[in-house]
């Protein structure tokens, strides 16, 4: 099962994570004879139900109102005109998205707005009608009823000949008490006829209404799943809105990171390295000026200060190791996650298999991904050893670490991984985890190569 590993490994629990069988729904009937009493196989019938009046209403609307605006093309009138057809149109995609949403399930995200850049009639009316959405809402209209048509007429006829066959033992002495006829009539003509009458017949018309009625869901639903894929495609945002909302998105991932990532190395400066110079800066002075009275005491301060040189220099290099450690700059990876996975607490097999090095931007992202997932497997997943492999698949950059640790985690929203997943996010690249309760953990990253 994919998960992720942040903070705590060990064994799942609450919501979602009972023991097994503790959450599931014990059911009296058998799937097939329980779907067409199920609340969304109701749901998908009374939408196909409703696709039709609505589909004759947006059909009318649309085709009218196009016709009249195009007839008066020749004349400014027609020019409104189309405007108000296209915005009725948006106007009826939103009820077409509610219904969606309340019968299907389907969320679908409004449209991009109208953009325009002036204020007046004009401008409304120039907006509407260079919008790529209006147009498509438009084309929903007229597609949607020759599609409801269809779909309304397999599903009411599936549906009331599979209940009328299933209850004909009910209701088949209608014929010999009010017609005067032997039954259900199944063929006939001038010379002899057919009629459902003796209970093996009945009961054969029972068991095939029994069929009509188990399939009618699936056939419904086979036909929603259409109209499911109508109105993402045609009511929904265009595939060019939703990339410049998810670059915008990450866009301010990558603001929000590198603020967090200045705020990290002032506090890292203010409260070590600086400090430790200012201390060494007074430990000097007064060395200085006890260096005429008491030499011995000068150079023991000396000697001290020499060693806060040491310490500062070492969080120096920390701070910049952190940043862009050198050795990736001047080696590339493979050196790089070497001296990354000396450091990790437990054994790591490094493997990387690149015949040229990616953008600088991309390298350092993968450097930095493969340093996070290294000091998670150190403080959390109590392995005993670890791996890294890194090699190239065409255009993107593939990374696998994994180990032999506890697995299990429980993923929340604070752990490690979760700002690493959005930093991945912002270059579009993807995060997988695979953590199962036991073990092992194998998280693999993919990055655009970039090169």
């Known amino acids: 099962m994919a998960t992720e590993y942040g903070h705590g490994y060990g064994h799942r629990s609450g919501p979602g994570f009972d023991d097994a069988g503790a959450g599931e729904r ?13 609340a969304r196989s109701l749901r998908e019938f009374g939408y196909v139900l409703l696709g039709l009046p609505l589909g004759i209403l947006m059909f009318t609307f649309a085709v009218t109102m196009v016709s009249l605006g195009a007839g008066l093309l020749v004349t400014f009138l027609g020019v409104p005109v189309l405007a108000a057809a296209l915005a009725g149109c948006r106007g009826l995609g939103s009820l077409e998205r509610a219904r969606a949403r309340g019968l299907l399930g389907v969320e679908v995200a409004e449209p991009e707005p109208l953009s325009t850049k002036k204020q007046g009639a004009m ?5 509407v009608l260079k919008s790529g959405t209006s147009w498509r809402h438009l084309l929903y209209a007229v597609v949607q009823f020759p599609w409801s048509v269809f779909s309304f007429a397999v599903a009411v006829n599936f549906w009331v000949y599979g209940w009328a066959l299933l209850t004909y033992p009910l209701w088949f002495w209608i014929f010999p008490m009010y017609g005067g006829q032997d039954g259900l009539q199944l063929y006939g003509d001038s010379t002899h006829s057919i009629y459902l009458d003796n209970p093996f017949e009945i009961t054969v018309t029972a068991l095939v209404g029994l069929l009509f009625t188990m399939a009618t869901p699936w056939i419904v639903r086979a036909l929603t799943s259409v109209d499911r894929l109508m109105v993402r495609g045609l009511l929904g945002p265009s595939r060019l809105a939703t990339r410049v909302v998810e670059l915008e998105s990450d866009r301010g991932v990558v603001v929000d990171t590198a603020a967090a990532d200045l705020r990290r190395i002032e506090r890292d400066l203010h409260d070590g390295a600086q400090a430790r110079l200012v201390a060494l800066a007074m430990d000097l002075g007064l060395a200085k000026e006890k260096l005429a009275e008491d030499p011995e005491a000068a150079a023991r ?4 200060a ?7 220099l070492q969080e120096l290099r920390d701070l910049a190791r952190g940043i862009h450690p050198a050795v990736l700059t001047d080696r590339g990876l493979d050196a790089a996650l070497s001296s990354v996975a000396s450091r990790c607490t437990v054994p790591v097999r490094v493997e990387v298999d690149l015949a040229a090095r990616p953008a600088p931007a991309i ?4 450097y930095f991904t493969v340093s996070e997932l290294l000091q998670n497997v150190s403080k959390h997943s109590r392995a005993t050893r670890a791996t890294v492999d890194v090699w190239r698949v065409e255009n993107r950059l593939m990374i ?7 697995g299990g985690a429980d993923v929340t929203e604070g752990s490690g991984l979760a700002g690493l997943t ?5 270059v579009d690249g993807i995060l997988v985890v695979d953590s199962p309760p036991a073990g092992p953990t194998m998280i693999t990253a993919e990055l655009p190569w970039r090169g």
């Open 26 to 38: 014990r059911h009296r009937l058998p799937a097939p004879l329980r779907t067409p009493f199920e």
């Open 422 to 426: 959005e930093r991945l996010d912002a």
């Open 306 to 312: 020499h060693g806060e040189v040491k310490t500062a």
């Open 123 to 127: 401008a409304w009316m120039g907006a």
């Open 363 to 366: 390298e350092g992202i993968a």
């Open 301 to 304: 301060m000396v000697d001290e």
């Open 400 to 406: 696998q670490v994994g180990d032999n640790g506890a």
